[in-house]
């Protein structure tokens, strides 16, 4: 656990970015409620303090209460269905001037408290703060340009175009979750366990919006990132409206990225393959990140808020992993088809009990990474996210799994069969997503014992 001085200056840092994030939505999209299924905007504005208030100070601390109203409004999230929107109106919320008056009071007497509180409570409200940081990066991203400020952009840094290739992993077991005295985890990184994952291939790279609108053109369903104006494709960026970039990786909900798989033959990874083609190496050993066992330092991967959108798939190629896979970590959160469940042993904290129970549904799904504003801390191994399979708004996007002894089987049902599915529709499609020059039948991959068009082994 970090000293209470590295807590401090986190807790600042973590302060400092989201009053920031805050601050580019104008005073009237404050009251607006972006994503329909979310709270309106001033509802996150106090939720950051009040969390802290209460886990720090009433509920670890004992202390009296100075505002039981807000800290009753202001405690908790919503994630009802897709379509299922909250009925309230601008007018039930307190204006601006009442929640930074409360926000002040809440840093005074936690900043006071923080000596004394336990440090996993600190540790929970810095990460649960930074974790805001990013939801607050994805509403105001589908705030209507009247509604928010742009700061100052970086420039995308320019990169070669993507050649695609899937890269063969061999089998070897992978660490999931942590031990429970390693540092802060939540409830559900414990129960550290060990799986056997056996051979299989993996997209080098995230799949692009290049491949992406090949597979919109053939029928597929668009990204909810994406516009049409004459004829072409656009892309809405954190602040803009740009030409599609192709070589950016498509940003999607886990239904078009099953889509998109079953339309190329191929699979999504599960939590555990993913973990081996990341912090796996052909030798056994497990990494911490994928480039090795030292923490980033800003060059391995678009994280860590040094830009707002995506770049493009080449870039960082210093944050690959040991088999020569880039980008798993930053640059959007990757789908796997692993539903979140807990590990054995699941013991939720007393003070948050539902922060991950109520999301154990078969509906959340997990993604594995991080995007362009996912803090550094939340790089860990350990670290899962998870969204609800259809959730349209979340910067996450995905890539393709060749499982050698299950090819074909879903390939006559789904949107296979609405896109007139035949043999060279596959293939053509397999083509697009693993990038291959010549067919891929013949595709003389490495670990094949029998054609991997075979249901059988
Ligand atoms: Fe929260």
Redesign the pocket.
């Known amino acids: 656990m970090p000293s209470l001085l590295e807590m401090r200056k986190e807790l600042s840092a973590a302060r400092a970015c989201t009053d920031h994030i805050f601050s580019l939505f104008t005073p009237e999209a404050l009251y607006e409620r972006p994503i329909p299924e979310r709270h309106r905007v001033i509802f996150y504005v106090g939720?950051l303090e009040a969390?802290d208030w209460n886990q720090i100070c009433r509920w670890s601390l004992g202390h009296s209460s100075f505002h039981r109203t807000f800290d009753s409004l202001f405690e908790a999230?919503i994630d009802p269905e897709v379509g299922s929107c909250p009925k309230d109106t601008p007018a039930d919320w307190p204006s601006p001037e009442e929640v930074q008056e409360y926000n002040a009071q809440v840093r005074e007497k936690v900043d006071l408290a923080l000596e004394e509180a336990p440090d996993p409570i600190v540790q929970m409200a810095i990460e649960?703060r930074w974790m805001?940081a990013e939801t607050t990066a994805y509403i105001l991203h589908h705030v209507s340009s009247a509604g928010k400020q742009p700061p100052t952009l970086p420039q995308s840094p320019v990169c070669p175009s993507p050649k695609h290739s899937m890269i063969d992993i061999s089998s070897g077991k992978v660490t999931l979750g942590q031990k429970g005295h390693d540092g802060f985890g939540w409830d559900n990184e414990f129960g550290e366990h060990q799986e056997e994952v056996t051979d299989f291939a993996i997209s080098q790279y995230k799949v692009t919006n290049g491949q992406y609108r090949q597979f919109v053109e053939a029928g597929g369903p668009v990204s909810p990132f994406w516009v049409k104006r004459n004829h072409h494709w656009f892309l809405l960026t954190m602040f803009q409206e740009i030409p599609l970039p192709e070589d950016w990786p498509v940003y999607v909900s886990l239904k078009e990225a099953r889509a998109y798989v079953e339309w190329a033959g191929l699979s999504l990874p599960t939590e555990a393959q993913y973990h081996r083609a990341a912090y796996g190496t052909p030798a056994g050993e497990e990494r911490a990140y994928p480039w090795g066992n030292e923490a980033s330092h800003g060059i391995h991967g678009n994280f860590n808020f040094h830009h707002w959108d995506p770049v493009p798939v080449t870039a960082h190629p210093q944050g690959d992993s040991a088999f020569g896979v880039s980008q798993l970590v930053g640059n959007g959160w990757e789908w796997t088809s692993t539903p979140f469940h807990p590990f054995d042993g699941f013991k939720p904290y007393a003070t948050y009990p539902e922060y991950s129970s109520r999301f154990f549904d078969d509906d959340h799904f997990i993604v594995k990474g991080g995007s362009p504003t996912t803090a550094s801390c939340l790089l860990r191994r350990s670290f899962r996210n998870w969204f609800r399979q259809g959730y349209p708004y979340a910067h996450a996007g995905f890539r393709c799994v060749k499982n050698f002894s299950r090819m074909f089987k879903k390939a006559s049902s789904g949107v296979l069969g609405s896109l007139s599915c035949s043999r060279t529709v596959v293939r053509s499609a397999r083509q697009i997503a693993c990038g291959l020059a010549g067919d891929l039948f013949e595709h003389p991959v490495r670990n094949f014992v029998r054609p991997f068009w075979s249901s059988e082994r």
Do not use: A, C
């Open positions: 939720h969390f999230g649960h805001h």
